[in-house]
């Protein structure tokens, strides 16, 4: 859309094991490295190009139209519990994934533990959130999350302006695999992506220590252009779709 180059979408699978030539052939067209921060604080929504300077105040409009309207009116939620929904979301804007306490949600929202799972599965229902189990499925997920992301990075810029650069990272690797993959959290690294597939998500020179005990494996790395054995960049995770 920046461009008007067109790409054909890759697999998880080719992209695992051609991403070199890959990210060479996109990298001798434009420079991807150029457009992922604006896209991860505007490119979400293709309304982006129509709202301009508009964007946030647009996209913060219509969350809060989900959380404040629809939500209400589709579910058993109380307007007077509203304000839980947006602290909820300011919260966990503000905290890292994978550092959950329910007893500090719970208090801080005035919600008992049944009550906070619901509202969690109503916000990834929403689209707002994405929740990450351990290596399980349907309610087990939404009763014991292990770890919370808002469900796009665009989403930071309305509810805490000042998101964590490793948190950034894997919102947005999150939000570019869970369309057609199954994601879980693994015993290490940060995603066990369709039961086999361990990926462990940070900057430049991150290293495999995290996962070395790993077979199927692999580091995605911010700020890299093209990857190497076992290091694959993270911009090229955005092509799977």
Not at 152 to 160: G, I, P, Q
Not at 190 to 206: A, C, M, P, R, T
């Amino acid at each position: 859309m920046e461009t008007g180059e067109t790409f054909e979408a890759v697999t998880l699978d080719a992209l695992l094991q051609q991403h070199p030539q890959l990210a060479l052939e996109t990298v001798s067209r434009i420079k991807p490295l150029a457009y992922l921060p604006a896209y991860l604080e505007h490119g979400a929504y293709p309304f982006y190009r129509e709202a301009g300077s508009t964007y946030l105040p647009r996209l913060l409009n219509a969350s809060m139209q989900v959380i404040e309207t629809d939500i209400p009116a589709l579910h058993s939620v109380d307007y007077d519990k509203v304000n839980a929904l947006k602290k909820l979301m300011v919260m966990l804007c503000q905290s890292e994934p994978d550092d959950i306490n329910v007893s500090k949600l719970c208090g801080a929202v005035e919600l008992n533990q049944k009550t906070l799972y619901k509202y969690l599965g109503l916000l990834q229902a929403a689209s707002l959130l994405r929740l990450l189990g351990a290596k399980s499925s349907g309610i087990s997920i939404i009763s014991k999350p292990e770890k919370l992301y808002l469900d796009n990075t665009n989403l930071f810029a309305v509810f805490c302006n000042q998101p964590k650069a490793g948190t950034l990272r894997e919102t947005f690797f999150a939000s570019m695999l869970s369309y057609h993959h199954t994601l879980n959290y693994p015993k290490s690294g940060d995603f066990l992506v369709d039961g086999q597939y361990v990926f462990e998500v940070g900057g430049k020179s991150k290293s495999k220590k995290q996962i070395k005990d790993e077979t199927a494996a692999w580091v995605v790395a911010d700020g890299l252009e093209i990857g190497g054995e076992g290091k694959i960049p993270l911009w090229l995770f955005g092509f799977l779709y």
